[in-house]
C-alpha cells in the first residue's frame, strides 16, 4: 500500500485542521493505520490509531479529546479531525499503516508510511 498524507498548514492557537491520508495500491480495509508526529529536535511520537474497520480506536493520552481518528474505507482515506491546536502540535505528521488486526501505537509496527504533512500552530 502507499500513503499520502495531506491536510497540514498553518492555523493559529485553538483552530482546526482535518488530516487525510489517502491509500492506494492495496486492499485499504486490510490495514490498520495510525498517525505519529515529530517535531524539530524530537522524536516521532504517537498520536492516534485505528482497527481496520476503524470502530477501535486509540489516543495519545494527552491529545485524546482535541483529536479525532476516522476512516472511510469505501474512500481508501483515513482522517484525523485536530481541534483547539496549540503551538506544541507543530510537527510533521506521518500516517503509517499495517495489515494487524489490532491497533498500534507504537511507530515500529508499522511497514508502510506516508511522506508527511507540516503543521504548524502559530501563537
Known amino acids: 500500500v502507499q500513503l499520502q498524507a495531506s491536510g497540514g498548514g498553518l492555523v493559529q492557537t485553538g483552530g482546526s485542521l482535518r488530516l487525510a491520508c489517502a491509500a492506494s495500491?492495496?486492499?485499504?480495509?486490510?490495514?490498520?493505520v495510525g498517525w505519529f508526529r515529530q517535531a524539530p529536535g524530537k522524536e516521532r511520537e504517537f498520536v492516534a490509531a485505528?482497527?481496520?474497520?476503524?470502530?477501535?480506536?486509540d489516543y495519545e493520552h494527552s491529545l485524546k479529546g482535541r483529536f479525532t481518528i476516522s476512516r472511510d474505507n469505501a474512500k481508501n482515506t483515513v482522517y484525523l479531525l485536530m481541534n483547539n491546536l496549540k503551538p506544541e502540535d507543530t510537527a510533521v505528521y506521518y500516517c503509517?499503516?499495517?495489515?494487524?488486526?489490532?491497533?498500534?501505537?507504537?511507530?515500529?509496527?508499522?511497514?508502510?508510511w506516508g511522506r508527511g504533512t507540516q503543521v504548524t500552530v502559530s501563537s
Open positions: 495500491k492495496g486492499t485499504f480495509s486490510n490495514y490498520a
Open positions: 503509517a499503516a499495517q495489515q494487524m488486526s489490532y491497533v498500534g501505537v507504537v511507530a515500529a509496527r508499522y511497514d508502510f
Open positions: 485505528c482497527s481496520r474497520s476503524g470502530e477501535e480506536t
